[in-house]
């Protein structure tokens, strides 16, 4: 099956594989007279500096040399008095822009510092580190795909009303936005991510004459690095086909009260020799239970890369279906950690329901996978799997890990009055930016070990989340609901 990737197609190789030589081949082919670099900030959001190609030495330059950004209107951490960063193209993320009229390549880049290294507090390289860490130390490869959950808005219609809250799965009319998922969706393939499927969320809801409808798109595993760029141009993708039909998009935690929110959920496997490691004869093997175990000791800090404005913690309420307890379980939708029903039963369904499909020789223990369901719309995706990769790197050293593990598994819903005597057990997630500041600061020494996270990078988070001065802001909420409305309106264009 052929890639839906233009370059891919026209090359006849995978993009990981993608040289200067091809990308200036399909630009002189394709007639491709622009060439944009984009590039995210501290704010989460791409950046992007546009090129005429002029002519091929000048194309050439571009492509080989970079070109230079102010760091300081980009990155907080960085002085105005020595501010330039070279910004280089990294090939493998090449692809047409869909959405410029003029003929546009697009390509993903790398920041660079004044001596020609790779800038140590950027997130796109701290997320390589992480990853090259980890496979360092375990011998073992890090992958992940992401929930990418958003609301669509628009001027409400009483043309066949959405059921309040029960929009998961629904088809059309009663789900309004479908095609404005599945264009999306196919957009995202074409800059090469990779989509496992898409559907309508729980949350539709009308508020002021709006519809608020919620959407997910979730991505397959792959490696770390390649499933944070897709995210990134997801995001991107859906921003821009919003906006082209005249429709508003949000990534934000939480919008109102008692209406869902919207989660950034990662799915996580653990591979070595193109095998995963997730499983052992079937079950869930003591890999992953130790990787597991790891975020469950950092899961307080994690929210510093995951829940990075106070309205995420309007989402990471107690007893609702957003976690708050520091625990994991098996198909539990009320823990930070779930193990997602697998395809363990030996079971040939699919021959149950089509008699003439009777042999299948599909490897199912690939699809195993755990997931952390704390962090939103908000996240530095960069940073966000940098830390997990940090997570689970640290519960593969631990020597206790496995009885941290037992110590925190689940088997009840933790959110249902007759268990809270278990939940009032279990560690909690913070409850506000000023709280995730200070356990960052607790354990900053863990992220920054191998050099991962630098020193400049953690004081810079902590700085930012400290600034919001949200302590208290729950009980300030619960006596001025309006806050939570300002804020709401602040933060709507998170990430």
Request: include cysteine.
């Amino acid at each position: 099956m052929k890639s839906l990737n233009e370059l891919a197609r026209f090359l006849g190789k995978p993009a990981y594989e993608f040289t200067k030589k091809d990308i200036i081949s399909f630009i002189k082919e394709k007639d491709i007279q622009m060439v944009n670099f984009m590039y995210p900030a501290s704010d989460g959001r791409l950046k992007t500096l546009n090129f005429v190609v002029n002519d091929n030495e000048y194309l050439d330059t571009i492509l080989t040399c970079g070109e230079r950004v102010d760091g300081s209107s980009l990155f907080p951490f960085i002085e105005a008095g020595s501010s330039d960063l070279y910004v280089v193209p990294r090939f493998r993320t090449a692809f047409v822009d869909p959405f410029s009229e003029i003929p546009t390549l697009c390509l993903l880049c790398s920041y660079f510092n004044k001596d020609g290294e790779l800038l140590n507090s950027s997130p796109e390289y701290t997320l390589h580190k992480a990853n090259q860490s980890f496979t360092e130390v375990t011998g073992m490869t890090f992958e992940a795909m992401g929930e990418l959950e958003y609301y669509v808005i628009a001027n409400e219609e009483n043309i066949f009303p959405a059921t309040d809250q029960r929009g998961y799965h629904e088809s059309e009319p009663f789900a309004k936005f479908n095609q404005f998922r599945t264009h999306c969706m196919h957009l995202i393939a074409q800059t090469g991510g990779l989509i496992k499927y898409g559907h309508s969320e729980v949350g539709n809801f009308t508020l002021d004459g709006k519809i608020y409808e919620q959407n997910e798109i979730e991505f397959l595993p792959t490696m770390v690095e390649d499933a944070a760029d897709q995210l990134v141009l997801a995001k991107w993708i859906i921003r821009n086909a919003a906006y082209k039909y005249g429709l508003d998009v949000t990534f934000a935690p939480k919008i109102t009260s008692g209406k869902a929110g919207s989660g950034l959920h990662v799915h996580m496997r653990i591979m070595k020799d193109g095998k995963n490691q997730m499983l052992d004869k079937g079950v869930l093997s003591d890999i992953a239970k130790r990787a597991i175990a790891g975020m469950m000791v950092l899961a307080p800090s994690i929210t510093a890369f995951g829940n990075t404005n106070p309205t995420s913690y309007f989402r990471l309420v107690p007893r609702q279906e957003a976690p708050t307890n520091i625990c994991w379980g098996d198909r539990n939708r009320s823990v930070l950690v779930r193990v997602p029903l697998g395809w363990t039963s030996g079971a040939n369904m699919c021959s149950k329901v089509n008699p003439f499909e009777i042999n299948n020789s599909i490897d199912t223990a690939q699809k195993q996978t755990v997931e952390i369901r704390s962090a939103d719309g908000s996240a530095d995706i960069y940073q966000l799997l940098a830390g997990l990769a940090v997570a689970c790197r640290y519960g593969l050293e631990m020597k206790d890990a496995l009885t941290i593990a037992g110590q925190t598994y689940v088997d009840v819903n933790i959110h249902s009055a007759e268990h809270q005597d278990k939940a009032n057990l279990l560690d909690h997630l913070p409850d506000s930016s000023a709280a995730s500041a200070k356990q960052l600061q607790q354990q900053r020494t863990i992220y920054e070990k191998y050099d991962i996270f630098s020193p400049a990078m953690i004081d810079g988070i902590i700085k930012k989340l400290e600034s919001y001065n949200d302590a208290d802001l729950r009980k300030d909420v619960e006596s001025n609901p309006s806050k939570m409305h300002e804020l709401v309106n602040a933060y709507f264009y998170c990430g």
